[in-house]
């Protein structure tokens, strides 16, 4: 007999002012920007459907509400409200979503990637994980170290490793736990500044965290206006 799929939910974050990408931004979102016709995050919301994940949480701030009407394009896309993110960091996108996370297995999605490669939603996930791409020599960006398979380490700066793409899935039981975690930090002053993916790193012993690698162009960051550019002309 065919094991039944277990239920998951998605948590896309779509708060940022993305002022990189000025003038673009000004008066659209980062994520509603199209790449090749479409908008960043329809790409990021067709991955997780073919997937079959049942419910797709939009966490929204800047002009959030030019993404209701994701709402009536797709039947399982809510949108949840941070009103904090002029003054506080992403972690406060996660505490939007503290009612939704630890619900289910859970994916949490940056919703400015142009997804090219939709197969990556498609992998038999048997640990929570965060995507990664591998960065060989230095890379100042987000990096994960990595100690028997298990991550030891998320932070800026790295060699031969890991680079953060921008996609976290998490296990129910993980989930709770950062959930937990998410919530004590939030209530202290100085957590303001905290990037979620601080907390994650702050507690990696009580989580159980792998790589899923990724392959170059199966998933984009695009941060500037130069680069959306370049990959518009692509085709």
């Known amino acids: 007999m065919k094991q039944k799929k277990t239920e998951e939910t998605a948590i896309l974050m779509a708060a940022g002012l993305g002022s990189r990408m000025r003038p673009l931004t000004e008066y659209t979102p980062k994520p509603l920007i199209p790449v090749h016709g479409i908008p960043m995050i329809e790409t990021v919301i067709h991955g997780l459907q073919k997937r079959g994940v049942r419910e797709i949480y939009i966490v929204t701030g800047y002009l ?19 009103p904090d993110y002029l003054t506080k960091n992403n972690i406060s996108s996660i505490y939007a979503a503290r009612e939704i996370l630890g619900r289910t297995d859970t994916f949490i999605c940056e919703s400015d990637l142009f997804v090219a490669d939709e197969s990556i939603f498609l992998k038999e996930l048997s640990h929570s994980c965060y995507y990664g791409r591998m960065q060989k020599g230095y890379s100042d960006d987000w ?3 990595l100690e028997n398979g298990r991550i030891s380490r998320i932070g800026k700066g790295g060699t031969d490793t890991y680079n953060m793409v921008g996609i976290a899935y998490f296990k129910q039981k993980d989930a709770k736990i950062l959930n937990e975690e998410i ?15 601080d907390v994650v790193n702050q507690n990696l012993d009580k989580l159980d965290l792998t790589i899923e690698p990724v392959k170059e162009g199966q998933l984009v960051e695009i941060d500037t206006v130069e680069e959306l550019e370049k990959i518009n002309e692509s085709r």
């Open 64 to 82: 959030g509400e030019q993404f209701e009407r994701l709402c009536d394009k797709y039947e399982n896309v809510h949108i949840l409200k941070n």
């Open 143 to 145: 990096v994960f170290d």
């Open 183 to 197: 919530m004590k930090a939030y209530e202290k002053e100085e957590s303001s500044d905290l990037f979620w993916d």
